[in-house]
């Protein structure tokens, strides 16, 4: 668990955003049969070169045969290993807006053993419904739940005035995993983790490189 630790640490998180593609890949190949495939084979699919694919592979513990390549099944397995996705994780969605609604739906999230257990909200019209499977509960049984099933990860869906008081809450909580969804970047002590999902930045990026590319043609 240490020696994971340390590698996640080395790993370089354009590296980290990689292993879920390469996953689909392998994934893929598994399910068409094969058993072994090189890492030219995998670069090409991935549109990069084949010596950034033993780069990104190796920091997951996993190398190469010379004339072999990689064996799927073990490849996949160590991807797994090294992102925590062989290990069921819970998890509280916060906001059961729009766009939580869409989250709690997300089957992909189930794929990769996350779990979310329970959606909060503080509206009325909401608290009490069934989505997805998912019953919305009221945030004021937020520490309650917290502290009985010792969930550890939070994903936030609120609105953005929002975040940083829920946020805080949340970690008195022991909530020490934030996936922040809202457009707010918040503040947290220096042992808990935050992903910022800043979708109104990534439209941004699509725009601009969409009207770039329309001034080429």
């Given amino acids: 668990m240490i020696e994971q630790a340390e590698q996640c640490k080395r790993a370089a998180l354009p590296t980290i955003r990689r292993l ?77 807006g729009s766009l939580g609604t869409a989250l709690l739906g997300y089957a992909g999230f189930l794929r990769h053993n996350l779990n979310i257990i329970a959606a909060f909200d503080v509206a009325k019209d909401k608290v009490g419904a069934v989505i997805h499977g998912k019953k919305v509960l009221d945030i004021e049984k937020l520490e309650d739940l917290a502290s009985r099933m010792h969930v550890h990860m939070a994903i936030l869906t609120v609105p953005a005035s929002s975040a940083q008081a829920i946020a805080e809450r949340l970690i008195a909580c022991g909530i020490y995993g934030l996936w922040n969804f809202t ?8 042992n808990v983790v935050v992903q910022n999902e800043d979708l109104s930045s990534g439209l941004a990026v699509l725009c601009t490189r969409l009207r770039q590319n329309k001034g080429k043609g």
């Fill in 20 to 96: 879920p593609s390469y996953l689909s890949i392998l994934y893929a190949m598994k399910k068409e049969g094969l058993e072994t495939v090189s890492g030219t084979v995998i670069a090409e699919k991935m549109l990069c070169e084949p010596i950034q694919v033993r780069k990104d592979l190796a920091v997951t513990g996993i190398a190469g045969r010379p004339r072999i390549g990689f064996g799927v099944g073990e490849t996949i397995e160590a991807i797994e290993n090294f992102l925590g996705w062989n290990n069921t994780t819970d998890a509280f969605l916060i906001g059961a």
């Fill in 183 to 190: 457009s707010e970047k918040i503040l947290v002590p220096d």
